[in-house]
């Protein structure tokens, strides 16, 4: 598993609605943050809730989360996997999203947390 | 590493945990319903949820939810008395105030107790969060139809009309809160809607009618000019529903005017001496009769 630390690059995206627009940071157990945007984040249908919930909970207002149970190696796998599935959303082109056996379990426990 | 759902060994230690985590999200609902929710943590309340229901009680989480909910409807409800003998205006705006916290809060604890909603609630073939909002708004606040909150309500929706036909002046803040009302009652559901306001009105429209006519036909008046009156009556009454109610209603009150106006005096009309509907078709000002046969 290669590239701890900061990871993907900021893609700027059209004005097209005020909620999907802006980046969020997701920290990780050891503290590492990764600064995705919001549409990647809203894959997940935990985050999605998260940041559009009505009443405003402290993490829409600070537009961070702390994951303290989710490993670094892992929270990259899961933005990693974010985009990938914007990318392939529409369908047209199909490819497979590579997944180490060693971290399945762990991916696999996350995926059902976040709901994605 | 996420916690792996595991038989619980040490059962009181597990037990306490539970009630602490249970009391966490008890206590979260209650600053949602006080409106305070910005120094919570969504992650913190959707792990706990996760993690009532991943040690496998997802069932005493249901429990707690729906009592919660019915708690503070309840704490709604009990604020509204004080607000019962204000003016229909004040007290409509008080309910749908009330209302919308309430709907707030239903969709962020259902946003919080997600993994339940997807988990346990799927699997068992429970009414999910939204459903428990309803159904504790309509046990709380119209319970019976003869505690003094529904009471009330029914009074200040039925008052608008009432007041208008009587031809009294109607505080024009009333109609947006009237209509709101009553897209409330629908949202909790087409029979609490026609029960609690729909029937009332249309009894009351026709009480109404009944005795118009009978005044009407005891004055000396043409069947062209009464036709008028009951045209110039269905446009008020059709204003009034697209204003204030659902416009589905529309059809029904119409239909009601027509009635008691119209079919119920059909053989007094045609025969009126002079100004009949026989004599109108022969004289050819059979407009006005026309127009209102219309309607049907």
């Known amino acids: 598993m290669t590239g701890k630390g900061e990871a993907a690059a900021q893609h700027r995206e059209e004005e097209e609605d005020g909620e999907m627009v802006g980046v969020v940071k997701l920290i990780s157990a050891e503290g590492f943050e990764f600064v995705i945007d919001k549409k990647a984040a809203m894959v997940s249908n935990t985050l999605r809730n998260m940041l559009t919930s009505p009443g405003g909970f402290a993490e829409s207002r600070d537009n961070e989360v702390r994951f303290p149970e989710i490993s670094t190696a892992i929270l990259e796998k899961i933005c990693q996997y974010f985009y990938w599935s914007l990318h392939y959303a529409s369908g047209k082109e199909t490819a497979e999203f590579p997944i180490e056996p060693e971290i399945t379990l762990e991916l696999m426990m996350a995926a059902n947390y976040l709901d994605t | ?296």
């Not at chain 2, 009454?237 to 697209?242: D, K, L, P």
């Not at chain 2, 045609?270 to 407009?287: F, I, K, N, R, W």
């Open chain 2, 1 to 296: 590493m996420l916690p792996i759902p595991a038989p619980a060994t040490d059962h009181s230690r597990h037990r306490s945990e539970i009630s602490r985590t249970l009391l966490t999200l008890s206590s979260a609902f209650s600053d949602f319903y006080a409106g305070n929710a910005e120094h919570l943590s969504y992650y913190t309340l959707y792990s706990c949820a996760y993690n009532v229901v991943a040690a496998d009680h997802g069932e005493v989480l249901y429990t707690q939810v729906a009592t919660n909910i019915a708690t503070e409807v309840e704490k709604l409800a009990a604020s509204l008395y004080s607000a019962a003998s204000a003016s229909d205006a004040e007290f409509l705006r008080e309910l749908l105030g009330s209302w919308k916290k309430h709907c707030n809060a239903i969709s962020m604890i259902n946003d919080v107790v997600m993994y339940m909603d997807r988990t346990f609630i799927q699997k068992r073939g429970k009414a999910r969060v939204p459903e428990l909002g309803l159904r504790a708004w309509r046990e709380g606040m119209l319970d019976g139809l003869d505690g003094e909150v529904p009471l009330r309500l029914q009074a200040a929706l039925l008052g608008v009309a009432g007041r208008e036909r009587a031809g009294e002046a109607v505080d024009v803040a009333l109609y947006d809160l009237t209509a709101s009302a009553t897209k409330m009652l629908l949202e909790l559901g087409d029979s609490v809607y026609q029960e609690f306001f729909e029937t009332p009105f249309l009894d009351e429209t026709r009480w109404f009618y009944a005795r118009e006519s009978a005044r009407l036909l005891a004055l000396p008046c043409t069947c062209g000019e009464y036709l008028r009156t009951v045209e110039s009556m269905i446009d008020a009454e059709m204003a009034r529903v697209s204003r204030c109610f659902d416009a589905r209603m529309e059809e029904k009150v119409v239909a009601v005017v027509l009635t008691e106006m119209v079919e119920k005096n059909v053989a007094r009309l045609v025969g009126m001496e002079g100004s009949g509907l026989a004599s109108m078709l022969v004289d050819g000002s059979y407009s006005a009769a026309f127009r209102t046969a219309c309607r049907r």
